[in-house]
Every structure is written in structure tokens, then in C-alpha cells.
């Protein structure tokens, strides 16, 4: 998506195409949420521990597991009996191509951009899945869980309104760079606000990270890919294995709550992330662009 058409506007392109990834987070929750998380061990109050109603009471979950994983199941099945149509549309790959992300080491900014989305990934999946329980708990908002699941929508919803305007303010003279950095600021601003408060003012502030998470991932893509100095395909790859903060802090954020009275301490974990995204969104509007047709292919 950011090698199509004007590197200028690339920012911009790729945060459109990413308000269909929130879509998808965005209706999950208030999908998933009444299905899973309502009545037996769920419901309010509820205080059970015969191993037997504990497994009836998990057994819609397990089904979702399987759904989904039947559903992969059949995308894998599709993309297989499919592949030999899928390479022959597919245009020759280069040698620039079949380079391996490790060559991407060599450059300083591909590494920072790959952390900066371990960072990204990491504290927003956690927010994300610290979120139901957060708002559940008696300090926050103290709701059912079924409904306190729902309102993670919102959170994710957030993502997908402001891709949607970020997208639009990048077709517009205000550098991407300085989008992000207000967006990194506020997001960070908000974990302290979490930290420091409870109920509504607590809720509403880790509601409205999403919103503020919106740009960051595509404009850290793109802002990598135009400072970089190793090959754009061994670049891409390296952002995308940054990912994986999404698996590594979220375990941290969960240690921590175990050892907390609330679950506000926790929100140290992303407020860390963003934080160090802010010293990467005011890097690179100060580095020089390197390769400035990287976002056009």
C-alpha cells in the first residue's frame, strides 16, 4: 500500500487501508463479548468452584476458539488450491526482494523503527487486553463483565475513526511527524491520567488511547521506510517483525497486576511505550530523508 502512487501521500494511503484492521477489532468485541462472557462463572457476583459448572460455563469459549480456527482452516485451504493463480499474478521477485530482514540491522533507523513498533504493538495490545477487566473492577466502573467487554469496542473504534482522520490530515501540509508526535504525547499523557485517577475519569482515559493509537503504526512504517538506508523489502520485514511486542509486554503488564491492589499500575507499562515513541516521532522529524521514493517503491 505504500508503494502505490505519490510518495508524498503514502502516510496518508496507509493509514486509510489500516481502518479496515480496526473494523475488524472494533466488531470482536461487541460480537464475542455477550456470546462469552455472560452467565455461570461470568455472571455478576458469581462465586463457583465445582470444576463442573466452571467447564460449562467455559465450553461457549472453547467453541469460539474452534470457529475460528475452522474458519483459518478454510482461508488456508482457499490460499493452497489457489497459489499457483496467486504467484502467477504476482509480479518476478528481484534480489533485492529475497533479501533477508537481518540485512536491515546494518541500519540504524530500521532497527529504531522496529522498535518503535514493539513499543506501538506491545502497549496498545495491552491496553487492549487489560481493558474488560479494568473496566469491570469496583474502582473503575464496576460493570458486568459481558458489558465491559462490549465497551472494549470503543477502544478499538477509537483506532478506526482516527485512522480515518489522521488519514485525512496527512493529505494536508502538517507533517506526518508532527501528527505523531501529538498523537504519542496524548496517548502517553492519558496512561499517566489512568495511573493517577479511578472511576470515569480513569475509564474514559484508557477509552480514549485508541483513538490516539490510530496513526501510529502506518506512520511509523512509513517514516522508517524513508530514513532507512537498507533495501525497502529488508526493511518491511523488520518492521513487521517488531509485532511481536504485542506477545512480549502484555505478560509483563499481567506480573504487574498480580501484584497490584488495582489494575491503574499497570497502565505504566504502555505510558513506557508511548514515551519512547514520542523520542522517535521528534527523531525523525529531525533526520534527514533518505530515501525518499522508498514509500513509492
Known amino acids: 500500500m505504500a508503494a502505490l502512487g505519490n510518495p508524498k501521500s503514502s502516510h496518508a494511503r496507509l493509514n486509510f487501508s489500516q481502518f479496515f484492521n480496526s473494523l475488524g477489532t472494533t466488531l470482536g468485541p461487541l460480537i464475542a463479548a455477550p456470546i462469552l462472557l455472560t452467565g455461570g462463572v461470568f455472571a455478576a457476583d458469581a462465586i463457583i468452584t465445582d470444576p463442573a459448572t466452571r467447564a460449562e460455563s467455559l465450553r461457549s469459549i472453547d467453541l469460539a476458539f474452534l470457529a475460528v480456527g475452522l474458519f483459518f482452516a478454510v482461508v488456508a485451504g482457499f490460499i493452497f488450491t489457489a497459489r499457483k493463480t496467486i504467484n502467477a499474478a504476482a509480479p518476478a521477485p528481484t534480489a533485492e526482494d529475497r533479501m533477508s530482514p537481518l540485512v536491515a540491522l546494518k541500519s540504524p533507523w530500521a532497527v529504531f523503527g522496529a522498535l518503535a513498533i514493539f513499543f506501538y504493538v506491545g502497549s496498545e495490545v495491552t491496553i487492549g487486553d487489560l481493558l474488560t477487566n479494568f473496566l469491570h473492577s469496583p474502582e473503575i466502573l464496576n460493570l458486568p463483565l459481558a458489558t465491559a467487554g462490549s465497551m472494549v469496542a470503543w477502544y478499538w473504534g477509537g483506532a478506526m475513526v482516527g485512522r480515518l482522520v489522521g488519514g485525512l490530515l496527512m493529505l494536508t501540509k502538517i507533517p506526518a511527524t508532527t501528527i505523531l508526535i501529538v498523537n504519542t504525547a496524548v496517548a502517553a499523557t492519558l496512561c499517566l491520567v489512568v495511573t493517577q485517577t479511578s472511576g470515569t475519569t480513569a475509564a474514559y482515559a484508557a477509552i480514549a488511547i485508541g483513538f490516539f493509537n490510530s496513526i501510529m503504526f502506518p506512520t511509523i512504517f512509513t517514516l522508517t521506510l524513508e530514513r532507512s538506508t537498507a533495501p525497502v523489502p529488508a526493511t518491511s520485514g523488520l518492521l513487521v517483525f517488531g509485532i511481536i511486542g504485542g506477545a512480549v509486554l502484555p505478560p509483563v503488564a ?21 514515551l519512547l515513541l514520542v523520542g522517535f516521532a521528534f527523531a525523525a522529524s529531525r533526520a534527514r530523508v533518505r530515501n525518499a521514493a522508498a514509500a513509492d517503491g
Not at 499481567?254 to 508511548?274: E, R
Open 254 to 274: 499481567g506480573q504487574i497486576a498480580d501484584n497490584s491492589a488495582t489494575l491503574n499500575p499497570v497502565f505504566y507499562v504502555p505510558l513506557i511505550g508511548y
